[in-house]
């Protein structure tokens, strides 16, 4: 009897606790409603409410590796969560290489973070996979008339914005000043103008111009996008198909053939991005192409080269006008998997506060230029020593951002753009021609079709 | 009449869970994987059969992978025991500072991988690398050798960077073994009249033999499956001339993101490793029931 009287009383615990169970994950299905939609559908009241009641733990991946800029997102979280006691930011950072490795294995065991910063070519990817949510509602908020339509443009996939760009940057050329000047040359304008001065300056223990491409990185499909881009070509076709084999882009492949050839450190075969630029910063390259943070990597290696280096705009096959620019417009997302995307978004918005928007910039000066237009006008931003000092560079830069694109951005977002950058098939091209005299157009078909296998396996 | 305890099977029992958690379940889902065209970031994937087997087998690119890991481990596996086997032999007869030569031997392995990778990608960067440039210094070379990025000497300079790194742990456990022969069979057969080469063969082998081949079996699998050393230092290039099975599978899995396809080379991996073991096993089983006779 004993026994029955205590069945009873388990099974009604536990038919309780089923029934609760279900009872607070149904409040919970209701509060996380209006959670989920926060991006679309935003009450200025009910958001005010929502923003003053912020509860909950939030991670945020992100690549700013380097200490100032580790430093002011720092500044930022915890000024975030004064604000917001309830709230927690957990702030946990991975080099750009890494990132792409942790976010696609941390996809597949559902270890993503809430928010975080992504290179453009993947954000295609991140929405491929359905995993980011689109952030209208935030970017209205901030102001949509603000961003450069470029830069919104490339993030977003029938009309939907997935990510907002934080900052951005553009390619341009890099020179040392002195040693033209010692050897009596111009700033090149045209590519053949490049290598032949590139040629020339190559003795002495310096190297005129090295050409990367390390299949850890994307960096020969980026040069190789210089040149193709420059011309008015691409590297995808119109209807997204890997295009190594048209006219364009051969030429363009044995010009950085010759380039590696007669101007450049036979190790660049293997080099990364920083393995680069660190030519670059210790005085060993005449030449390079990089972003405006090379200025801080040169002011941390060599600081007595600093007056020697300045920027200009990528040469062209005939000097003319560059018909086509590679920018990177720095995007921030949010994942569908985290609870409180609701933090995420007003912690994103916080960012953008002039204060702290201006402070994040100065970390790299030049480096990081504003993704919302007008600041660059700014009193407080303009009064960075750095950006006036290379004030050249800075306008040079800045002009080339409106119009330009990420590599094969140019027909719009696509995860077959993502492919060309992430999967580093171009750079295998470069590694088995240089290594094993691999005819030319034979390896360029041989990357192409494995570059299309790829897109085709992708987009399935 | 006797009853049987199971006392004993509760005290395991917490191992055998984490064994199972931490072997079998990646063991059977990586078989299962294999067979499917899972994608690492796509949560669809359907039931292929064999077919990424089949795929795998006829890439070229695997079996250019595979020879580069059998060339990888039998040149770093020989090159570890006569370099592992030589340091025990002479520490073993050294009186004086005993202590910190092995120390000082011990050193590569007490590093780790990431370290002992950057250390030697700047020692040889063909740029500012302190030996390429020493070798142009002393006029042995021309201009600065290649080390990392000539597809033959990268190799090379692997395998021997891989000799250095694991030769200590050969020579400790040589050593170990080495100090427990017994000295009286040296002296015994001195008094016999036995040469060093005899003493050697008939005293010195036997003693040490199998804990050589425990050696050499744990080794063929650590440098068969070795990742870190190479992907780090040359990432499998110039043009895969360093690329081995483990990296091949990487690029597959986590470059390509065909989970499916790289799970198919890991089962593959794991066949072949076996095969190795149970061969290695076989030979020492031998050799024990021989030395039991």
């Given at each position: 009897m004993r026994k029955k009287i205590l069945s009873a009383m388990l099974s009604l615990t536990m038919l309780c606790t089923a029934l609760s169970g279900c009872g607070s994950s149904a409040a919970k299905e209701e509060s996380k409603a209006p959670e989920q939609n926060s991006s679309e559908a935003r009450g200025s009241e009910e958001k005010a409410e929502a923003n003053a009641e912020l509860e909950g733990d939030i991670t945020f991946w992100h690549s700013f590796t380097q200490g100032p800029r580790l430093e002011t997102i720092q500044e930022a979280a915890d000024k975030f969560m004064e604000e917001h006691p309830k709230v927690t930011i957990k702030i946990e950072t991975f080099s750009w290489n890494d990132f792409y490795t942790k976010w696609t294995t941390g996809l597949a065991s559902g270890n993503v973070p809430d928010m975080s910063t992504a290179l453009v070519g993947q954000v295609s990817e991140m929405i491929n996979s359905d995993a980011i949510i689109p952030l209208n509602g935030l970017i209205d908020d901030i102001g949509r008339d603000k961003f450069y339509e470029n830069a919104l443009n490339e993030?977003?996939?029938?009309?939907?914005?997935?990510?907002?760009?934080?900052?951005?940057?553009?390619?341009?050329?890099?020179?040392?000043?002195?040693?033209?000047?010692?050897?009596?040359?111009?700033?090149?304008?045209?590519?053949?103008?490049?290598?032949?001065?590139?040629k020339a300056l190559t003795k002495d223990g310096i190297y005129g111009l090295s050409f990367p491409c390390g299949s850890t990185d994307f960096q020969a499909t980026n040069f190789l996008n210089f040149y193709v881009k420059g011309a008015g070509g691409s590297l995808l076709t119109d209807d997204l198909k890997a295009n190594l084999t048209s006219d364009l882009a051969i030429e363009g492949i044995n010009y950085w053939l010759k380039v590696y050839k007669d101007c450049s450190p036979k190790d660049s075969i293997?080099?990364?991005?920083?393995?680069?630029?660190?030519?670059?910063?210790?005085?060993?390259?005449?030449?390079?192409?990089?972003?405006?943070?090379?200025?801080?990597?040169?002011?941390?290696?060599?600081?007595?080269?600093?007056?020697?280096?300045?920027?200009?705009?990528?040469?062209?096959?005939?000097?003319?006008?560059?018909?086509?620019?590679?920018?990177?417009?720095?995007?921030?997302?949010?994942?569908?998997?985290?609870?409180?995307?609701?933090?995420?978004?007003?912690?994103?918005?916080?960012?953008?506060?002039?204060?702290t928007y201006v402070k994040f910039l100065h970390s790299v000066p030049v480096g990081m230029l504003p993704a919302i237009k007008g600041i660059e006008d700014s009193e407080a931003y303009k009064e960075d020593p750095t950006i006036q000092k290379f004030a050249h560079a800075e306008e040079v830069i800045s002009s080339q951002i409106p119009g330009g694109t990420?590599?094969?951005?140019?027909?719009?977002?696509?995860?077959?753009?993502?492919?060309?950058?992430?999967?580093?098939?171009?750079?295998?091209?470069?590694?088995?021609?240089?290594?094993?005299?691999?005819?030319?157009?034979?390896?360029?078909?041989e990357a192409e079709d494995k570059l299309n296998s790829l897109m085709e396996a992708a987009t399935q | 009449m006797k009853t049987r305890s199971y006392t004993k099977w509760l005290f395991v029992l917490p191992a055998v869970i984490v064994v199972a958690a931490l072997f079998i379940y990646p063991i059977f889902s990586s078989l299962f994987f294999s067979m499917t065209s899972k994608n690492l970031i796509r949560p669809r994937y359907s039931f292929l059969g064999l077919k990424n087997y089949k795929d795998i087998l006829s890439d070229p690119k695997f079996w250019a992978a595979f020879l580069n890991s059998l060339k990888w481990t039998v040149y770093s596996l020989l090159g570890q025991i006569l370099v592992g086997f030589t340091a025990a032999l002479a520490l073993n007869r050294v009186k004086l500072f005993k202590g910190m030569y092995k120390t000082l031997l011990i050193i590569p392995w007490a590093f780790p991988s990431i370290v002992i990778a950057f250390s030697w990608t700047w020692i040889l960067n063909g740029v500012y690398g302190i030996l390429p440039n020493l070798l142009v210094k002393w006029k042995i070379y021309e201009t600065a050798p290649q080390f990392l990025t000539e597809k033959n000497l990268a190799f090379i300079v692997l395998v021997l960077i891989n000799i250095w790194f694991g030769a200590p742990m050969i020579m400790v456990n040589v050593l170990s073994a080495l100090q427990t022969v017994p000295q009286d069979q040296y002296e015994a057969a001195k008094i016999d009249?036995?040469?060093?080469?005899?003493?050697?063969?008939?005293?010195?082998?036997?003693?040490?033999?199998l804990v050589m081949g425990l050696l050499v079996v744990l080794r063929t699998v650590w440098i068969f499956n070795n990742f870190d050393l190479i992907y780090l230092i040359t990432g499998g290039g110039p043009a895969g001339s360093t690329q081995t099975v483990p990296l091949y599978a990487y690029e597959m899995g986590w470059g390509t993101k065909l989970l499916g396809k790289s799970s198919a080379v890991t089962v593959l991996l794991f066949i072949f490793l076996m095969s190795v073991c149970i061969i290695y096993f076989t030979i020492m089983n031998c050799w024990e029931r021989e030395e039991n006779k």
């Open positions: 993030l977003s996939v029938d009309g939907n914005n997935y990510a907002v760009p934080l900052y951005s940057h553009a390619m341009v050329m890099w020179v040392r000043k002195d040693l033209l000047e010692k050897n009596n040359l111009e700033v090149p304008k045209t590519w053949d103008e490049l290598y032949e001065e590139a293997n080099y990364n991005v920083l393995d680069q630029a660190t030519l670059y910063y210790q005085g060993k390259t005449a030449f390079d192409f990089n972003s405006g943070f090379q200025i801080s990597g040169v002011a941390a290696n060599s600081p007595d080269l600093l007056d020697y280096v300045d920027c200009y705009p990528i040469p062209t096959i005939k000097g003319t006008e560059q018909k086509g620019i590679t920018t990177s417009n720095q995007p921030l997302v949010i994942w569908k998997n985290s609870k409180h995307p609701e933090i995420c978004e007003a912690f994103i918005k916080t960012l953008y506060e002039e204060d990420a590599i094969g951005f140019e027909h719009g977002p696509s995860v077959q753009a993502g492919i060309l950058t992430n999967q580093h098939v171009i750079e295998e091209m470069f590694q088995d021609i240089i290594t094993n005299g691999t005819d030319v157009k034979t390896a360029a078909k | 009249g036995a040469s060093a080469l005899q003493s050697f063969q008939h005293i010195t082998i036997p003693h040490i033999k």
